[in-house]
């Protein structure tokens, strides 16, 4: 069975500053999706961000970017610049098709922003 | 606007009192599914949907059950809610084998007393 495990249940950063959320997941497949969402105090699941396995290019969006390492299967969420509202809980999760297109999700980070 | 509502947002109950949490989509996605979000565990579905009236069991399905009479709507039924089912809960929706990405309702915070 896929799993998706995120070690930090909560990290700090500065505001303006640079912050990494892991994440590593298991899975005998090969062709799969993994997604980062983030989850603020409205409880609202917002996508960050997605990256196909297929590429080996990582995915951007303005100031998140991600770190895949397919052989590592590892997936992690890079913030630059970080600002008060991206503080929130993020959830990274693993989707693939064949599972009834069922997204398995870590259990989540706290990320708190400091000014 | 593109989007995935559901109703109520917030629900208390008492155990046994069977309710409805209903799901709407306006992007005329094929694929439907219901999370329930706990502490510490992330997000587990519940049932999803690839298509009207095909629904299939996901990951947590004791307690619930679910119907696909028509494309953009997916309710989630209680029949007899019991307080482990306090939870929030989340519609999700996403187009199909194409589009794995799914978009997610706003949530629905339900206790059972």
């Given at each position: 069975a896929q799993t998706v495990t995120q070690s930090q249940p909560e990290m700090s950063v500065q505001e303006a500053e640079t912050v990494t959320l892991s994440?590593?997941?298991?899975?005998?497949?090969?062709?799969?999706?993994?997604f980062w969402y983030k989850q603020p105090p409205s409880r609202q699941m917002i996508l960050v961000i997605r990256q196909e396995a297929y590429k080996q290019q990582n995915a951007t969006e303005n100031r998140f970017s991600v770190n895949f390492q397919k052989a590592a299967k590892s997936f992690s969420l890079k913030i630059s610049d970080s600002q008060l509202g991206d503080a929130a809980m993020y959830f990274c999760a693993y989707g693939h098709m064949e599972y009834g297109n069922k997204l398995v999700f870590g259990a989540g980070t706290i990320l708190r922003v400091k000014s | 606007e593109a989007q995935v509502t559901q109703n109520p947002r917030y629900l208390i109950t008492v155990t046994g009192k069977k309710l409805?949490?209903?799901?709407?989509?306006?992007?005329?996605?094929?694929?439907?599914?219901?999370?329930?979000?706990?502490?510490?565990?992330?997000?587990?579905?519940?049932?999803?949907?690839?298509?009207?009236?095909?629904?299939?069991?996901?990951?947590?399905?004791?307690?619930?059950?679910?119907?696909?009479?028509?494309k953009r709507n997916f309710p989630l039924i209680l029949e007899s809610p019991s307080p482990n089912q306090t939870s929030l809960y989340f519609c999700a929706s996403s187009s199909g084998w194409e589009e794995e990405t799914q978009y997610f309702g706003p949530g629905t915070r339900l206790l059972v007393l």
């Open positions: 994440c590593t997941y298991d899975t005998s497949e090969s062709d799969y999706y993994l | 409805t949490v209903t799901c709407s989509q306006n992007m005329n996605h094929e694929y439907m599914s219901w999370y329930r979000q706990d502490p510490g565990l992330g997000l587990r579905q519940i049932y999803y949907s690839m298509n009207v009236e095909v629904t299939d069991k996901g990951d947590v399905p004791e307690g619930y059950k679910v119907s696909r009479k028509e």
